[in-house]
């Protein structure tokens, strides 16, 4: 679980019960990060409201900052927040996969390709 996790609002009041279901939903991406790099994640959370002509609308927008200089971004436009952090949940989740893809030499595309490759 990631422990530094900060959210905040810009013209929102951000309420328990969503900073609980946020913290669930942010806080289990830490399986996908490589070993070395889950303790000194620090994610934080910006929910804005935006007034637009047909109603109310939330931009939810989340940064991770991995150890390395390394930062994951994503954000998202919707109606309702809670259903915003499991759209964010996803795309981080997508990016978090790829870094550590990226960074574990044992897991890169190149080796996992020679493992398919018939030699003959």
């Known amino acids: 679980m990631i422990d ?3 959210i905040s609002g810009s013209n929102y009041k951000i309420s328990d019960s969503f900073r609980k279901y946020a ?3 942010i806080g289990k991406l830490d399986r996908y990060l490589p070993r070395g ?3 000194d994640v620090v994610a934080k959370i910006v929910v804005t409201e935006v007034d637009r ?4 609308k939330y931009e939810v ?3 991770m900052e991995i150890p390395g200089g390394k930062v ?3 954000r998202d436009e919707c109606s309702n ?3 915003g952090i499991d759209i964010i949940e996803a795309k981080l989740k997508g990016q978090v996969r790829r870094f550590k893809l990226e ?3 044992h897991l890169s595309k190149k080796g996992l390709k020679s493992l398919f490759i018939k030699r003959g």
Do not use: M, W, Y
Not at 53 to 56: C, E, F, I, L, T
């Open 4 to 6: 530094k996790i900060e």
């Open 23 to 25: 913290t669930k939903r």
């Open 37 to 39: 790099s889950k303790k």
């Open 53 to 56: 002509a047909h109603g109310n």
């Open 61 to 63: 927008s989340a940064a």
């Open 72 to 74: 994951i971004t994503a």
């Open 81 to 83: 927040v809670f259903a």
């Open 103 to 105: 960074a574990t030499p």
